[in-house]
């Protein structure tokens, strides 16, 4: 019976590169500048729209029509009521842009799901067809242009952060030429309690230097006799004094 060799698997791999991957930041004073800036267009948006429906196209919406081309209280409700909605809409991105991934593909769903809420609350009122219209109309412009003010606005607050992610299990420690690291040794250093080739560290002996009470060759030190030397007190046969 003879057995096959088994194919050899597919390389191991090591640890690649670092992981990069982006974090967003969010600038939030530029993205609460941008939803003041969308509050005043809400509300001269809403005005605008009252006067074109009541003063141009003589519709009479939000009031009766002898108020005039501006209407009663309810008109300045309705331009108070826009920059707010507007404000909130800023919170709900700058929340969305904080905790949630995608986030402007929920804001725009969130927005367009309350502009048709307030689009067709009008036709449950019992006015009539024209200013039911007119007002849905109003209302819809005003939803439009928060949620793409905003959204732009939001584009631009966020700002995109590249954090390195540590390869699995850490960086492998590495040793470089001419950096010492505590309990490592390298050729051409000198620590205290080692010795290498041409260096002299305090303690140690090394070929070429004398220390008092060590004799080398070719060195005097007092207190010693080399052949050929002569020292002060001693007679050496050869010599005269």
Same mark, same amino acid.
């Given at each position: 019976?003879?057995?096959?060799?088994?194919?050899?698997?597919?390389?191991?791999?090591?640890?690649?590169?670092?992981?990069?991957?982006?974090?967003?930041?969010?600038?939030a004073?530029?993205?609460w500048?941008g939803g003041?800036?969308?509050?005043?267009?809400?509300?001269?948006?809403?005005?605008?729209?009252?006067?074109?429906?009541?003063?141009?196209?003589?519709?009479?919406?939000?009031?009766?029509?002898?108020?005039?081309?501006?209407?009663?209280?309810? *008109? *300045?409700?309705?331009?108070?009521?826009?920059?707010?909605?507007?404000?909130?809409?800023?919170?709900?991105?700058?929340?969305?842009?904080?905790s *949630?991934?995608?986030?402007?593909l929920?804001?725009?769903w969130?927005?367009?799901?309350?502009?048709?809420?307030?689009?067709?609350?009008p036709?449950?009122t019992?006015?009539?067809?024209e200013?039911?219209?007119? *007002?849905a109309a109003?209302?819809?412009?005003?939803?439009?242009?928060?949620?793409?003010?905003?959204?732009?606005?939001?584009?631009?607050?966020?700002?995109?952060?590249?954090?390195?992610?540590?390869?699995?299990?850490?960086?492998?420690?590495?040793?470089y030429?001419?950096?010492a690291?505590?309990?490592?040794d390298?050729?051409?250093?000198?620590y205290?309690?080692?010795?290498?080739p041409?260096?002299?560290?305090?303690g140690?002996?090394?070929?070429?230097?004398?220390?008092?009470?060590?004799?080398?060759?070719?060195?005097?030190?007092?207190?010693?006799t080399?052949?050929?030397?002569?020292?002060?007190?001693?007679?050496?046969?050869?010599?005269?004094h």
């Amino acid at each position: 019976m003879t057995t096959r060799p088994m194919a050899p698997g597919p390389p191991e791999r090591g640890p690649g590169p670092p992981q990069r991957r982006s974090r967003p930041e969010v600038d939030a004073g530029q993205l609460w500048a941008g939803g003041a800036a969308t509050a005043v267009v809400a509300g001269l948006i809403a005005l605008v729209g009252v006067l074109v429906c009541r003063w141009l196209f003589n519709v009479p919406i939000l009031a009766p029509k002898h108020d005039g081309a501006y209407g009663n209280a309810h *008109t *300045t409700t309705l331009i108070l009521v826009s920059a707010l909605a507007a404000l909130v809409a800023t919170l709900l991105a700058h929340l969305l842009l904080l905790s *949630t991934p995608r986030p402007m593909l929920f804001f725009g769903w969130i927005v367009a799901l309350v502009t048709l809420v307030m689009v067709i609350f009008p036709f449950s009122t019992g006015a009539t067809m024209e200013e039911k219209i007119a *007002t849905a109309a109003v209302y819809l412009v005003i939803g439009v242009a928060i949620g793409t003010l905003i959204s732009g606005v939001a584009h631009r607050a966020v700002r995109r952060r590249r954090v390195v992610s540590p390869p699995p299990g850490g960086y492998p420690p590495q040793a470089y030429p001419g950096q010492a690291y505590p309990g490592r040794d390298y050729q051409g250093q000198a620590y205290p309690g080692q010795a290498y080739p041409g260096q002299a560290n305090p303690g140690q002996a090394n070929p070429g230097q004398a220390y008092p009470g060590q004799a080398y060759p070719g060195q005097a030190n007092p207190g010693q006799t080399y052949p050929g030397q002569a020292n002060p007190g001693r007679d050496y046969p050869g010599r005269d004094h």
